[in-house]
């Protein structure tokens, strides 16, 4: 179609008008938009609603100062205490609420940014990375480049980008990389200025992040581990450098401890002031080992991710012996061991060492970014693919060293490869579109995820309330008797059925849902103030007598509750 000198022509045209920083932005930038830009219409979801929506402190930041009486905001405690451990996350939704109220598309834009901005940066810790070993230039823009578009790419990060509260994890994602090259930045500076000027931009970023999810708790490891693998130094003059940082690890603990202080629902365990919702109040060991099966249904999920949804089916383990726990373990071990074993090996500064190094440094990072999700602290969800939105920074980085390292033992033309990697850029950015898609109808959504975990039975309260909403009653209470079957300590179905009975006049119905509710665990007022009335309504007052005065025991003087005691006849 054009001659040789016509393609040179425009070649050096082409260059000319955009340099050579422009094209790896351009790119990035690109491939993020094209794989988010159906996500801006997609609806609230799940604890966006409790957090977001409902939550008063996102609407007027005034009500901060009441964080104490935080009933009478009408928010949990653990929300309070959310607020407080997390609180630059809720300030940039409160600033969404600020300029846009509940319009979606201005907080799916703040998150689509993040997540760019995240690529971006990512791309300049990997040239920061290669370039602290000996490794051509180039060699080094094309790793960083690559590994940069699989992150931004990849659909395992749907959840964190488009599942709108999860801004947590991709927020802190944001200051951890800020950090880490900040860091870099001012131990390679010359200038006394620059240097002290890029320490402290890193130390800011540090608490920043230590404030916007607790993940960031293992960042100044992770600063310490960058120190020892890739920047100069004698022992003497790290530890010097690495002191502040391992000094904010006292935040989080501290302001732990303070929430335990004036908490009811932390008076039996500080750890519960970390909850976003629910905290799990099984072993921490059995969490231990029910995550080794996790991590590697993190790793499948990252090489090939098939099968994306909300919330898993995933089993609780008890005893290391079992197979899949005793496996798991062995896998990942091994995993971790040659992690380690590739950084010790690396240290020799050869062309080999620096992927060696890179590799063993990806693969520690996984582990340490996981720590926090993935160890003894027992969260109620085993499993949730926005908590892989750090540590596939590291994964990724690892698995695209190795795979540089073994082009060049093969020799690989130039070519196959840029095809090869345009082509999993190309199915990863389609897979992406393909899922966001499903997030933008919530039955969809649901049903989706019932179909792939029939198990669980939160998504199916969520798919019976749809179904309500859109008066489809019957279908509610078919999925609401399912959950109610599938979780012998889960209440919501039932006092979901109650709702859909008492609005149908099936009142004798509704109380005996509101029992078993109560059976289960919820001793909520709202929960004891709707037996009351349904009991009363069935004609049984004596029952409706007993759950008004549950409630008189926790509160005599609610007006209320007084008032309807008053009404049911003696």
């Not at 581990?225 to 100069?232: I, M, R, S, V």
């Not at 949804?309 to 008890?318: G, H, I, M, S």
């Not at 798991?328 to 080999?352: E, F, I, K, Q």
């Not at 008797?481 to 979780?487: D, W």
Request: charged share 15%.
């Amino acid at each position: 179609m054009f001659s040789p000198q016509t393609k040179e022509t425009l070649s050096r045209t082409v260059k000319r008008k955009i340099p050579r920083w422009g094209w790896p932005f351009l790119l990035i930038v690109g491939i993020g938009l094209i794989a988010y830009a159906n996500t801006f219409s997609v609806p609230f979801y799940f604890d966006d609603l409790s957090c977001i929506v409902e939550n008063p402190v996102v609407h007027d930041l005034s009500n901060l100062r009441h964080l104490g009486d935080y009933w009478q905001l009408g928010i949990a405690e653990d929300i309070r205490n959310n607020i407080v451990t997390r609180f630059v996350t809720y300030l940039t939704f409160a600033a969404n609420y600020k300029l846009h109220g509940l319009e979606v598309g201005g907080y799916h834009l703040v998150n689509l940014l993040l997540h760019l901005a995240n690529a971006l940066l990512f791309y300049h810790l990997v040239r920061l990375t290669r370039n602290s070993v000996p490794v051509q230039a180039d060699q080094s823009d094309n790793l960083a480049l690559i590994v940069a578009l699989l992150f931004v790419a990849h659909p395992i990060q749907t959840t964190a980008v488009t599942y709108i509260l999860q801004r947590f994890a991709v927020l802190a994602t944001f200051f951890v990389l800020v950090t880490l090259c900040t860091y870099v930045l001012s131990v390679r500076a010359s200038a006394p200025g620059w240097r002290k000027g890029w320490y402290a931009v890193a130390l800011i970023a540090t608490v920043l992040a230590m404030y916007t999810k607790e993940i960031a708790f293992t960042l100044p490891l992770l600063v310490a581990l960058f120190d020892w693998t890739f920047l100069p130094g004698e022992l003497r003059q790290r530890l010097r450098r690495l002191a502040p940082f391992f000094a904010t690890m006292l935040l989080l603990p501290l302001t732990v401890m303070t929430l335990a202080s004036v908490s009811e629902v932390t008076s039996q365990s500080s750890t519960n002031a970390l909850d976003l919702v629910n905290l799990g109040h099984g072993s921490r060991w059995s969490y231990l080992f029910s995550q080794w099966p996790v991590i590697i249904t993190y790793l499948r999920l990252l090489l090939f991710p098939a099968g994306l949804r909300l919330e898993y089916d995933v089993p609780r383990y008890t005893s290391l012996f079992e197979p899949a726990v005793l496996t798991s373990g062995l896998l990942l071990t091994t995993l971790l061991s040659l992690g380690l074993w590739l950084l010790y090996r690396s240290r020799v500064d050869t062309a080999a060492a620096a992927s060696r190094r890179t590799i063993g440094f990806g693969v520690v990072w996984f582990f340490i970014t996981l720590a926090m999700e993935s160890s003894f602290i027992p969260l109620d969800d085993l499993l949730f693919e926005y908590r892989l939105y750090l540590p596939s920074c590291g994964f990724i980085l690892a698995l695209t060293a190795g795979a540089d390292l073994l082009r060049q033992r093969l020799v690989l033309q130039a070519e196959l490869v840029k095809i090869t990697v345009a082509c999993l850029i190309l199915v990863l950015t389609t897979a992406t579109i393909l899922r966001n898609r499903t997030w933008q109808d919530e039955i969809v959504f649901w049903q989706d995820n019932v179909s792939k975990s029939p198990n669980p039975a939160r998504p199916r309260c969520n798919l019976a309330y749809l179904y309500r909403e859109q008066g489809d009653l019957s279908r509610a209470i078919a999925e609401l008797e399912i959950a109610g079957r599938l979780n012998p300590d889960y209440w919501p179905p039932f006092e979901m059925l109650g709702d859909l009975r008492w609005n149908v006049g099936l009142y004798t119905q509704a109380a005996k849902d509101y029992e078993e509710a109560l059976r289960r665990g919820n001793r909520s007022r709202g929960l004891l103030l709707k037996l009351g009335r349904a009991q009363r309504r069935s004609g049984n007052p004596e029952g409706a007598r007993a759950a008004l005065t549950a409630i008189l025991a926790i509160n005599p003087n609610d007006a209320e509750v007084l008032a309807e005691l008053r009404d049911i006849p003696r």
